[in-house]
Structures are given as C-alpha cells and as structure tokens.
C-alpha cells in the first residue's frame, strides 16, 4: 500500500516561499508519475505540477509556471515543491498525489489512484 505524507505547509506573507515535501513509501516508485495539487476552499482541486520518478520531466499548471519547481530525492523517497513568489490566491489544501498508470502529463485528478492527506498552505498580505 502507497503512502504519502505531506508535510511544509504554513503561513507566509504575499511574496515569501515555502517548501513542500511529500514522502512516499510501500512500494517502489520507478514508473510513478508523482503530481502536487490543490484545493481552495468552495473550489475544485487544482493542477499544480508534475513529474515522473525516474528522469527529468516536469509539467506545470499555467497558475504557477515560473513560480514553483517540483523535484524528488530518490535516496529518501521525497517529492518536493519549491514555491516562490506566493500571492495570496496560492492560499489552499495542497495534496501529494502518485499514480503508476497516468499517462504524461496528467494534469485530471482522477487520474492519480494515491494521495496524502494535504498540507495547509496561507499566504496573507
């Protein structure tokens, strides 16, 4: 059974940076493509980033292109999202989510069949 845990959220003033982190573990990740979204209150979940386990491909969603990087460590089994710039519409749930069968990118919620249990993200003025 996959696990991700989430973890780095908080809150931060308009223009700050956080990082996320998502540890995974139960299985190996090797064909897994591994994406973050998020979920504003009375909003659907949304796109942030993806990117497969093993190799260099990354995929962003247009509202944080150029803001945010996602990356993994292979030795610990951790996917990170660096997020840079914060506005206050960055405020939100953000969800680590793996999949084995997604194809690239997926960017569809319904695409990933594991999530964690979200980290709160508050970006204030």
């Known amino acids: 059974q996959v696990q991700l845990v989430e973890s780095g959220g908080g809150l931060v003033q308009a223009g700050g940076s956080l990082r996320l982190s998502c540890a995974a573990s139960?299985?190996?990740?090797?064909?897994?493509?591994m994406g973050w979204f998020r979920q504003a209150p009375g909003k659907e979940r949304e796109f942030v980033a993806a990117k497969n386990w093993i190799g260099s491909r990354t995929y962003y969603g247009d509202s944080v292109k150029g803001r945010c990087t996602i990356s993994r460590d292979r030795t610990n089994y951790t996917v990170y999202l660096q997020m840079n710039s914060l506005k206050p519409e960055d405020t939100a749930v953000y969800y680590c989510?793996?999949?084995?069968?997604?194809?690239?990118?997926?960017?569809?919620?319904?695409?990933?069949?594991?999530w964690g249990q979200g980290t709160q993200v508050i970006v204030s003025l």
């Open positions: 139960g299985r190996t990740f090797s064909s897994y493509t």
């Open positions: 989510a793996g999949s084995s069968t997604a194809g690239w990118p997926s960017t569809v919620p319904g695409d990933y069949d594991y």
